[in-house]
């Protein structure tokens, strides 16, 4: 028989003491998480050392559509991994297969729609994300360098969480560091020996992407323990089957899809504010903060992902008592984490704005001055996340996409309108923050809330 240990750690989410289980599911978490947002900001340092500050922007631009399809794939890899963990809790293997499998084929269909829309009238696309005259080419080439890998980045983000499910936290991070390598290797090499610019940045992510997605499905093909694919029928009872299942998965997960929509308004809403106030280097320097910001998610989604087996399982086994002490990990864990990176933001913010831009352009001190303000929101938007990840793990849909809702829109707009009419510049970079504390104030109140209501 094949040896398919791939140092499986041994999780037993049903009697494992939850510390234990949540560090062994946290610190590869973390790690990969870290490699994966590594993505996003090679690309960033890359394309501002190559290009300059008008293709940071261009790729700023395209960067919400890139969330977009991020958004899909964690919103079924969420789901899935919420619905499976609880059938898996209560010994029905074949149903949690069956919803795996699920989950790919009709995610992936989604994609394909988004990329076939979206290759149709690229230039109408880039336009609509705000693309001015002065970045329309650039960003035409990197939205189309890009769409090749929204495929297999569907299949990373869904495969992340369940390889985790089936007990192989080190594996997931394994893809991500190997999808990292890549695509800094490809980065350095496509825009500048090459010299393909923005196109070469967006070519090399496709890459790495491809890469990533790859070893997704050769864990599940080759290695897999508990989670396989299920051949799916294609009878009418079967494919209402799977409507249904797909429904509940999206409910389950919409909330972390309404998380990277919430980050592509939040980078529309932003380019928008920034240029009409800023200009191009105004919108150069928040596409810093931009680049910033998916680390600030990794790490705290890595809190909410590492949490979430450990509660969906015990609240499927009906233990209160252990999702109680996991939620109380994961927000300590927050804290910790959010702490650390406003601290690294405040102390190494020139060094940090000085890897994307040279000090002479006008962009480059727009940032080293906004970037401690946005800088503010790590802790409040961590805790955030652990939240709405603890509520989606409990199949309370309406909790976590309310509260998405509210950090990610209903908040964040009227800052980015208000904020920089009362304060200034200062206001641009704040609005952000506030969002986060606001929604923060509101879970507070209403989780204790309820804690503190007599049980009748």
């Given at each position: 028989?094949?040896?398919?240990?791939?140092?499986?750690?041994?999780?037993?989410?049903?009697?494992?003491?939850?510390?234990?289980?949540?560090?062994?599911?946290?610190?590869?978490?973390?790690?990969?998480?870290?490699?994966?947002?590594?993505?996003?900001?090679?690309?960033?340092?890359?394309?501002?050392?190559?290009?300059?500050?008008?293709?940071?922007?261009?790729?700023n631009i395209v960067a919400p559509l890139f969330m977009i399809g991020t958004g899909i794939g964690l919103m079924f890899g969420i789901g899935a991994s919420v619905v499976a963990s609880i059938r898996l809790s209560e010994n029905k293997q074949k149903a949690a297969r069956i919803i795996m499998?699920?989950?790919?084929?009709?995610?992936?269909?989604?994609?394909?729609?988004?990329?076939?829309?979206?290759?149709?009238?690229?230039?109408?696309?880039?336009?609509?994300?705000?693309?001015?005259?002065?970045?329309?080419?650039?960003?035409?080439?990197?939205?189309?360098?890009?769409?090749?890998?929204?495929?297999?980045?569907?299949?990373?983000?869904?495969?992340?969480?369940?390889?985790?499910?089936?007990?192989?936290?080190?594996?997931?991070?394994?893809?991500?560091?190997?999808?990292?390598?890549?695509?800094?290797?490809?980065?350095?090499?496509?825009?500048?020996?090459?010299?393909?610019?923005?196109?070469?940045?967006?070519?090399?992510?496709?890459?790495?992407?491809?890469?990533?997605?790859?070893?997704?499905?050769?864990?599940?093909?080759?290695?897999?323990?508990?989670?396989?694919?299920?051949?799916?029928?294609?009878?009418?009872?079967?494919?209402?089957?799977?409507?249904?299942?797909?429904?509940?998965?999206?409910?389950?997960?919409?909330?972390?899809?309404?998380?990277?929509?919430?980050?592509?308004?939040?980078?529309?809403?932003?380019?928008?504010?920034?240029?009409?106030?800023?200009?191009?280097?105004?919108?150069?320097?928040?596409?810093?903060?931009?680049?910033?910001?998916?680390?600030v998610f990794s790490i705290s989604n890595a809190v909410a992902q590492s949490a979430q087996p450990i509660i969906s399982f015990n609240y499927g086994a009906r233990r209160p008592e252990r999702i109680d002490r996991t939620l109380r990990i994961a927000l300590f864990t927050a804290v910790v984490?959010?702490?650390?990176?406003?601290?690294?933001?405040?102390?190494?913010?020139?060094?940090?704005?000085?890897?994307?831009?040279?000090?002479?352009?006008?962009?480059?001190?727009?940032?080293?001055?906004?970037?401690?303000?946005?800088?503010?929101?790590?802790?409040?938007?961590?805790?955030?996340?652990?939240?709405?990840?603890?509520?989606?793990?409990?199949?309370?849909?309406?909790?976590?996409?309310?509260?998405?809702?509210?950090?990610?829109?209903?908040?964040?707009?009227?800052?980015?309108?208000?904020?920089?009419?009362?304060?200034?510049?200062?206001?641009?970079?704040?609005?952000?923050?506030?969002?986060?504390?606001?929604?923060?104030?509101?879970?507070?109140?209403?989780?204790?809330?309820?804690?503190?209501?007599?049980?009748?």
């Amino acid at each position: 028989m094949k040896n398919r240990n791939l140092d499986r750690d041994k999780l037993d989410l049903a009697n494992g003491k939850i510390g234990a289980l949540f560090r062994s599911l946290f610190f590869p978490t973390l790690v990969g998480m870290i490699f994966n947002s590594a993505l996003t900001v090679i690309d960033g340092i890359f394309v501002g050392r190559g290009v300059g500050a008008e293709g940071i922007a261009a790729v700023n631009i395209v960067a919400p559509l890139f969330m977009i399809g991020t958004g899909i794939g964690l919103m079924f890899g969420i789901g899935a991994s919420v619905v499976a963990s609880i059938r898996l809790s209560e010994n029905k293997q074949k149903a949690a297969r069956i919803i795996m499998t699920q989950a790919f084929a009709v995610g992936l269909l989604l994609i394909g729609v988004v990329c076939l829309a979206t290759l149709l009238s690229p230039r109408r696309v880039v336009y609509a994300l705000g693309c001015s005259p002065l970045l329309e080419t650039d960003a035409v080439h990197y939205l189309l360098g890009l769409l090749p890998g929204l495929f297999f980045l569907f299949i990373e983000c869904v495969g992340m969480m369940l390889i985790r499910l089936d007990g192989s936290p080190k594996y997931a991070m394994s893809i991500q560091i190997a999808a990292a390598v890549v695509n800094i290797v490809l980065d350095w090499y496509m825009v500048f020996p090459l010299g393909w610019g923005v196109l070469g940045a967006a070519v090399a992510t496709s890459i790495a992407c491809i890469v990533g997605g790859t070893m997704v499905l050769v864990y599940f093909l080759r290695f897999s323990v508990q989670l396989k694919f299920y051949r799916l029928k294609l009878s009418v009872t079967s494919l209402l089957l799977t409507l249904r299942n797909t429904g509940y998965m999206v409910r389950i997960g919409f909330a972390t899809f309404l998380t990277e929509v919430a980050m592509s308004v939040m980078m529309l809403t932003g380019n928008y504010m920034f240029m009409r106030l800023l200009g191009e280097d105004g919108v150069a320097a928040f596409a810093i903060a931009c680049y910033l910001f998916p680390i600030v998610f990794s790490i705290s989604n890595a809190v909410a992902q590492s949490a979430q087996p450990i509660i969906s399982f015990n609240y499927g086994a009906r233990r209160p008592e252990r999702i109680d002490r996991t939620l109380r990990i994961a927000l300590f864990t927050a804290v910790v984490c959010g702490v650390s990176v406003t601290a690294c933001l405040w102390t190494c913010r020139s060094g940090i704005v000085g890897l994307f831009l040279s000090p002479q352009e006008g962009a480059y001190a727009l940032a080293v001055e906004g970037l401690p303000l946005f800088a503010l929101c790590a802790v409040f938007f961590a805790l955030n996340i652990s939240f709405i990840g603890y509520y989606q793990s409990i199949e309370n849909a309406f909790a976590s996409t309310l509260y998405t809702l509210l950090r990610g829109v209903l908040f964040l707009v009227p800052c980015f309108l208000l904020l920089p009419r009362w304060l200034g510049t200062p206001g641009l970079w704040l609005a952000i923050p506030a969002a986060e504390l606001s929604t923060n104030l509101v879970i507070f109140a209403r989780y204790l809330r309820g804690r503190l209501r007599p049980t009748p």
